[in-house]
């Protein structure tokens, strides 16, 4: 499965000058936020892929217009082809506005999705917009990571977390990918990303682990079936 991961800033050769090579065997795509609305329904427009986003900090239109044809992921798990994808979107809490948290309140998003976390016994892929704390954030408030960020990974071990948030303008401390101590790939995807995963990083479809959920997915996708004759 190919990915292609999304975070703030446009790349010409994906809108102003779109090059379909750039887009040709990607199975989904990913915003990790700061991005204009309408470069996302572009992208989904172009592609026909799935495209799955978080906010971020300077997404205050979404308010009003969010992307149309996307998926918004935050404070929800998506399932795509048996890839369980958390997404929780926004930044540390600098200013009064949307999509910033404190410390706690964050916490409080993530203790409200430990019901549909346990129900997929666990998640692959956490999709952020800020780094976790520590692992590729800066030392000012508005760009300091999340320490929950860290309890959620050390607890459930997901294989990837994707975030935005530092940008490669910012300086040295700029880097694409680092290793958690909880062995997942934490990966920067400022501008854009590729992400190649196997089959083997994931649970196949309707296979978790989990009775319940399994259960529901096959009873899911017998309805399909039924319905358009599969």
């Not at 369980?84 to 706690?104: A, V």
């Not at 303008?169 to 790939?185: D, L, M, Q, V």
């Not at 649970?203 to 959920?213: C, D, F, M, V």
């Amino acid at each position: 499965m190919k990915i292609l991961v999304l975070a703030d800033e446009v790349n010409k050769g994906l809108y102003d000058f779109y090059d379909p090579e750039r887009t040709k065997g990607v199975d989904l795509i990913i915003s990790c936020g700061d991005l204009n609305r309408r470069y996302l329904e572009y992208l989904e427009t172009m592609s026909n892929v799935p495209l799955l986003y978080v906010a971020g900090n300077h997404d205050k239109s979404y308010e009003k217009e969010p992307p149309q044809g996307c998926t918004c992921i935050d404070d929800r798990i998506y399932d795509f082809k048996g890839l369980r994808i958390l997404g929780l979107g926004g930044s540390m809490r600098y200013k009064d506005g949307p999509y910033m948290y404190t410390e706690d309140e964050m916490k409080r998003r993530i203790s409200k999705m430990r019901p549909a976390i346990t129900l997929r016994n666990g998640f692959d892929i956490l999709v952020t917009h800020a780094p976790a704390k520590g692992y590729g954030d800066l030392d000012d408030l508005p760009h300091q990571g999340f320490e929950c960020f860290n309890t959620l990974l050390n607890q459930y071990h997901p294989k990837y977390m994707l975030h935005g948030h530092v940008h490669k303008t910012y300086g040295a401390k700029f880097k694409r990918e680092r290793i958690h101590p909880s062995g997942c790939h934490i990966l920067n995807c400022y501008d854009t990303y590729y992400l190649e995963i196997s089959d083997e990083d994931h649970p196949a479809h309707g296979k978790t682990g989990s009775a319940l959920y399994d259960l529901y997915v096959g009873m899911k996708d017998r309805r399909r079936e039924r319905k358009y004759g599969l």
